[in-house]
């Protein structure tokens, strides 16, 4: 492709982040185009979501990167001050490593575990902020609400209806009107639990083992415990595992600020979370989503 075509190519972001996406008759939003496949589908419950709400998800994700970058920072200055004594020519090197803190604690599991929980415990005795707090407690019960519901109902298996029949599903899928969350698995502490756990579970050489050069099947075999543990992150199971998600989620921010910014006169904030059965029958390798619809 020469360079006149690759700029006339539009950039998939830059389509993305425009009106047509985000207005409210907009068939890339999930409950615009579910009643059309409703029958062919997982079952599928909508959990409307306050601008309260909304604003609460902002303002936590705003939060923990404030105080990841302070952390950052901190950290950084530590290193400056132990490399003072350093020769001048480890000084690039050193510049390096301060560039490699850019975005450590925010993709750090640990420290968005004691950031959850310190942030919730902060906002619920803080009355300046406190309303945030009961705000994304009122969501976390919808949410559970209807994943438990989702959850007694079907078996994880697409049937007539957009419902399912059995016993029961392991858990349900979230996603807003327009995308999922699924950017939040790839750093929470299960998600790495899990692919440790895979990795001490199997009997081939994997990438963390091996000290000759990495096979193609090798690298294929790690990326498919990576993928499968990313996937099986985004079952949730209640309330407080789909709400994480959303709080941890970049792209769950960028759509309810790109929601807030798309508003015309007359319109209220309008996004919704799609609670769906979860099918294990789709193999994690085709999506990381294992159900991203």
């Given at each position: 492709m020469d360079k006149n075509n690759q700029q006339q190519c539009p950039q998939p972001s830059r389509e993305y982040f425009r009106r047509e996406h985000h207005n409210?008759?907009?068939y890339d939003r999930?409950?615009?185009w579910l009643l059309d496949v409703k029958e062919h589908t997982f079952k599928t419950t909508m959990v409307p979501m306050s601008k309260e709400q909304a604003n609460a998800i902002l303002k936590y994700r705003d939060e923990t990167k404030l105080r990841a970058a302070v952390r950052d920072q901190e950290r950084r200055g530590k290193e400056e001050k132990e490399a003072g004594a350093q020769v001048e020519q480890q000084h690039h090197h050193h510049h390096q490593q301060q560039q490699d803190f850019a975005e450590r604690s925010i993709n750090d599991p640990k420290f968005l575990d004691s950031m959850y929980e310190f942030i919730l415990?902060?906002?619920?005795?803080d009355?300046?902020?406190r309303?945030?707090?009961?705000?994304?407690?009122?969501?976390?019960k919808a949410?559970?609400?209807?994943?438990?519901?989702?959850?007694?109902?079907g078996s994880g298996t697409r049937g007539s209806g957009g419902g399912s029949s059995g016993s029961g599903s392991d858990g349900c899928f979230i996603k807003l009107s327009t995308r999922s969350p699924k950017d939040a698995s790839l750093n929470l502490t299960k998600t790495h639990e899990r692919i440790k756990a895979n990795l001490r579970a199997t009997s081939s050489m994997t990438l963390s083992t091996t000290t000759q050069q990495p096979?193609?099947?090798m690298v294929m075999?790690?990326?498919?415990?990576i993928n499968e543990a990313t996937s099986m992150s985004l079952c949730v199971k209640n309330g407080a595992e789909a709400l994480r998600l959303l709080l941890e989620s970049d792209r769950a921010h960028s759509d309810i600020t790109a929601n807030q910014l798309y508003l015309e006169k007359g319109e209220n904030f309008n996004l919704q979370i799609a609670v769906r059965d979860w099918c294990h029958d789709v193999d994690s390798d085709w999506e990381v989503g294992g159900n991203n619809q």
């Open positions: 409210p008759s907009s999930i409950e615009n415990k902060d906002w619920a005795r009355k300046q902020v309303a945030w707090y009961l705000s994304l407690k009122e969501l976390e949410l559970d609400r209807a994943i438990q519901s989702c959850r007694g109902s096979s193609k099947e075999e790690d990326l498919r415990f």
